[in-house]
């Protein structure tokens, strides 16, 4: 059965300090892989996605994720965190054949000033 | 630039009452997607369409119904609304299937008294 974990519920980061999110996946196929940020009352922005190709991958923001097959993970990663950068990131997954997306439970950010 | 809009933005319902949440998009695209989102559970989708005319159910369809008599609009209805039906509901879209990225509304968020 296709699934995303995403490990790590809640993290702080001080501004300035590198962030990492984890994600991994279970599908029986070449995943279509995505992170999306979800701030406070509003819904899910496409922050980038992977399909094929280069396995880093640089989306807005100054995020970036890279694709690693082997261990069927999709880590999403940013230099510097800003204090903006507080929200919710969820990882999701899809295939050309299939219509649907599963989605992990989603990390929430904070950012210590 | 409207994307997904989902009306209403808040609602309260008392048990055994019923609405319909509206969701329509301008962007063409032919798959839509209606999500509830849990805290800490991330997004369950409860049922999408391929194109007007097609629906199919997804995870958590139960206590939902939809239709898709056009290609813009995708409401979702509940017909007698029950305390676990309190969430935040999301509409979705995408051109394509399962390898394009969604564009999500801001939300529903719905309490049921």
């Known amino acids: 059965a296709q699934s995303v974990t995403q490990p790590d519920i809640h993290i702080t980061v001080s501004e300035g300090a590198s962030l990492e999110l984890r994600c991994n996946y279970s599908?029986?196929?070449?995943?279509?892989l995505f992170w999306y940020v979800q701030s406070p009352g509003q819904g899910l922005q496409l922050l980038l996605k992977y399909f094929s190709g280069d396995t880093l991958v640089q989306g807005i923001k100054g995020f970036e994720a890279e694709f690693k097959r082997s261990q069927s993970s999709f880590n999403l990663r940013k230099p510097s965190v800003h204090w903006s950068d507080a929200a919710e990131y969820f990882c999701a997954v899809g295939h050309l054949n299939f219509n649907k997306f599963y989605f992990g439970s989603g990390t929430k950010l904070n950012v210590k000033p | 630039n409207a994307g997904v809009t989902q009306t209403p933005k808040f609602r309260i319902l008392k048990i055994g009452q019923s609405m319909t949440l509206q969701c329509t998009q301008d962007?063409?695209?032919?798959?839509m997607y209606w999500y509830r989102q849990d805290p800490g559970m991330g997004l369950k989708l409860i049922y999408y369409?391929?194109?007007?005319?097609?629906?199919d159910k997804g995870e958590v369809p139960n206590g939902y119904n939809v239709s898709r008599s056009t290609t813009e609009d995708f409401p979702l209805r509940l017909e007698l609304a029950a305390p676990s039906q309190t969430s935040v509901y999301f509409c979705?879209?995408?051109?394509?299937?399962?390898?394009?990225?969604?564009?999500f509304g801001d939300g529903t968020r719905l309490s049921i008294l």
């Open positions: 599908y029986g196929a070449t995943p279509y």
């Open positions: 962007m063409n695209h032919n798959y």
């Open positions: 979705a879209s995408t051109p394509g299937g399962g390898n394009q990225p969604q564009h």
């Open positions: 369409s391929v194109g007007a005319g097609i629906t």
